[in-house]
């Protein structure tokens, strides 16, 4: 059985249907055991969210792109992960990270890298979507992958979209796609320490 710990903030709605997707992904695998944990409105993580990660195989972290990067609030929560990183408590766990933002690009390769160099301060190991691009003439908007990210997950909802309307149905098969692959790494991970 290995554990997976899924913490995320959503300001609008959109990056917590994504997670939801991601969660749906990872529960399908045998033998995952997943939790959803939402940072407040306010940047906190309840106590026993804390817990959850500390007893986590695998943390996978998911925050909006807003100007760049993550927003306040799930920086509050990173910045409150130093207790923890001061003895190294998530060494070795499996981490990933997702996003989405209003545009195509909006930069989120930039938030996906700052979770990434937070999963590198943690001294975790870091798994990426393993999924090809949709690139070619043929692709279409809910193909598998169509925003190509290799980093980690990629989603687009339109500025103007309610969380019912995006993350688009291709992105959201995506973040099926990338939970089942990270429940899976964690698996082997498990099963081979």
Do not use: C
């Not at 609030?73 to 923890?84: E, G, M, N, V, Y």
């Not at 933002?101 to 975790?124: R, V, W």
């Amino acid at each position: 059985m290995s554990k997976i710990a899924i913490v995320y903030f959503s300001g609008y709605g959109h990056t917590k249907k994504l997670a939801e997707a991601v969660e749906a992904g990872a529960a399908g695998v045998a033998g995952a055991s997943v939790s959803l944990l939402a940072v407040d409105a306010e940047g906190n993580l309840p106590e026993a969210g804390w817990a959850e990660l500390q007893a986590a195989d695998a943390i996978i972290f998911g925050a909006p792109t807003y100007m760049g990067s993550v927003p306040w609030q799930f920086k509050k929560f990173i910045d409150a992960t130093s207790k923890p990183w001061f003895t190294q408590q998530w060494k070795d766990k499996i981490a990933a990270g997702f996003t989405n933002s209003a545009s195509m690009n909006g930069d989120k390769l930039s938030t996906l890298h700052y979770l990434f160099t937070l999963s590198q301060q943690h001294s975790m190991v870091w798994v990426g979507t393993g999924l090809m691009p949709s690139n070619s003439k043929a692709a279409q908007r809910n193909d598998i992958n169509y925003v190509a990210s290799f980093s980690g997950l990629m989603a687009q909802s339109p500025s103007d979209s309610s969380p019912e309307e995006g993350p688009l149905p291709g992105d959201l098969e995506t973040a099926k796609l990338f939970g089942a692959r990270v429940a899976n790494t964690a698996a082997r991970w498990v099963r081979g320490a």
